[in-house]
Every structure is written in structure tokens, then in C-alpha cells.
């Protein structure tokens, strides 16, 4: 097949785009900068911006199904139905599209199109774990307010839905909600990582105020500092929900935390130091 893959170069593009590839399809990757992609030799890369289709005709030119993300930057596509119009027009007939919390004008589109569509709707991605790496290096710590068990997914899972839904029939109109095969705290994962690093790194539970203080850190507004502290303390109780999709829709268990862990473990690692001879 001929696949296009929008945000290919982000969490989970990358692994479709080489999950794609790997198996033998044609892979299309959509960036705003191609240069800087650095996929695998063989993948095609084409310069286009989702927020301006009128940057999309190359791209979607032959293409026989495309992935698609919701988003520009940090905002979600206002432009779905010029999106969807370009696609079915250019012939594309299946589209897989990674989802978010609510709906944007791409899902909108796409259910008044006649292209075959599958949602993905992963829980928290395990990536969002990297946040914590600054600290640990330095300060050998974790330290959040929330203290809930999240059913975080490998990024490598959802792309795996992704391309089975898109090399595969039987997944048209869809909506899949993806997590990893256990729910885990903040805690649990602070130990994995441990683990996987060979580091002694200590879990701190924060105050709402030294929370809030972190979040500000960030250089967050206070609405966003004021969300973080009301997801920490009253999180979705679908949040810590396993549910078997990996599995059932690829026939390959998902990936734990620990198997990311050791992937990335050198994100995490403190750098040995040294000591320095005496000036002569």
C-alpha cells in the first residue's frame, strides 16, 4: 500500500512510519521540515503543513490511505473538512486518525465522508514520563502531586493499532481506545526507572502549594496550573482502566513500562563524573 503519515515525526509517527516500512508498504512522510526528519532510508519525505491544505496536494497525490493527527502546533485543526475534501478527492479511502480527549473538525469530517475511518484514543503515553528526566539527572528525584495508577501506552502500541487499521480490514469505523497491559503510580514508575538505570531515585509526593509552585516553573499560566491541580487530585477513573486492545487488534501484547524504561533509560541516567587532575 501507499500510506501517508501526518506528524511523522513526532511520538508515534516515527514508529508507524517505520512499522510501514518494515513490513513493506510505500510510506509518504508529511513534515514541515523535511531536512530535519531523519527517517529510514526508503521513506519518502514531503514537505506540508496540516493547518494550510493548500500545502497538501503533492503529498496526498496516490496516496491509498493516510494517518492522520488532530493537532498544528499546539492547537487542535480548525481546517478538518478542507483536509478530508483533499483526501477524498486525491482517492485516499482509509484513514486512521490519533485521536484526543474530545473531537475536532478532522473526526467531524471524516464521519460525513466516504473514506473509511478508525479513531485511536490512547491513554497517557508512557513519553510523557521523559518530563521527569531533568530532575532526576540533577536531583536524583520525582516529585508530583498526583499519586494516581495510569494505564500509560507505549507509543510503539498505538502506532501497531495504527497500521493494522490501515493495512487491514475490519476496523472501518472504529473507535479504539488503547492502553498498556497494567496501571502503574507515579511511584511505581519512579522504581522502574530506577531499575532500568541502575540509579537510587526517590519518589517525593508534593503539596498542592509546592505543586503549584513546580507547574509555574514550567512557565504555565495559572488556568493550566490550576487543571494540573484538579487532574492530580480528581483524576478520570478511566485513567487507571486496562483494557486489552493491543492485543486483540494486532495479536501481540502491549509493551510494558519497564521494556520503555530500559529503551530510554539513558535519558535518565545521571553522566559519571570525573575528577579533575590538579593544575601543574
Not at 530506577?194 to 488556568?223: K, M, N, P, W
Amino acid at each position: 500500500m501507499r500510506i501517508l503519515v501526518t506528524g511523522a515525526t513526532g511520538q508515534v509517527g516515527r514508529h508507524l512510519v517505520t512499522q510501514l516500512h518494515e513490513a513493506g508498504h510505500h510510506v509518504r512522510a508529511l513534515s514541515r521540515t523535511p531536512a530535519k526528519a531523519d527517517l529510514p532510508t526508503g521513506v519518502e519525505v514531503v514537505a506540508g503543513d496540516l493547518t494550510n491544505a493548500a500545502t497538501l496536494g503533492a503529498a496526498f497525490e496516490g496516496v491509498d490511505a493516510i494517518h492522520l493527527i488532530t493537532f498544528g502546533g499546539d492547537d487542535d485543526l480548525t481546517n478538518g473538512p478542507e483536509i478530508i475534501d483533499l483526501a477524498a478527492r486525491h482517492g485516499i479511502t482509509r484513514a486512521t486518525v490519533l485521536s484526543g480527549w474530545s473531537p475536532t473538525s478532522i473526526e467531524s469530517a471524516l464521519e460525513s465522508s466516504a473514506i473509511r475511518w478508525t479513531l485511536l484514543q490512547p491513554a497517557e503515553f508512557m513519553c510523557n514520563a521523559l518530563e521527569w528526566a531533568d530532575e532526576i539527572r540533577s536531583q536524583g528525584t520525582v516529585s508530583m502531586l498526583a499519586t494516581f495508577p495510569s494505564a500509560m501506552v507505549h507509543e510503539a502500541d498505538i502506532a501497531a493499532v495504527a497500521a493494522t487499521a490501515l493495512t487491514h480490514g475490519g476496523h472501518e469505523g472504529r473507535s479504539y481506545p488503547i492502553t498498556g497491559p497494567e496501571a502503574l503510580t507515579p511511584a511505581e514508575r519512579t522504581r522502574i526507572i530506577a531499575e532500568a538505570t541502575g540509579q537510587d531515585i526517590a519518589f517525593v509526593h508534593l503539596s498542592e502549594d509546592a505543586e503549584r509552585a513546580r507547574l509555574r516553573g514550567y512557565g504555565y499560566d495559572e488556568d493550566y496550573v490550576e487543571f494540573g491541580i484538579q487532574l492530580a487530585t480528581n483524576p478520570p477513573e478511566v485513567s487507571g482502566v486496562v483494557l486489552p486492545t493491543v492485543e486483540d487488534v494486532t495479536g501481540t501484547p502491549a509493551r510494558s513500562f519497564a521494556q520503555w524504561a530500559r529503551e530510554h533509560a539513558e535519558r535518565f541516567r545521571t553522566a559519571p563524573s570525573f575528577p579533575t587532575s590538579p593544575a601543574s
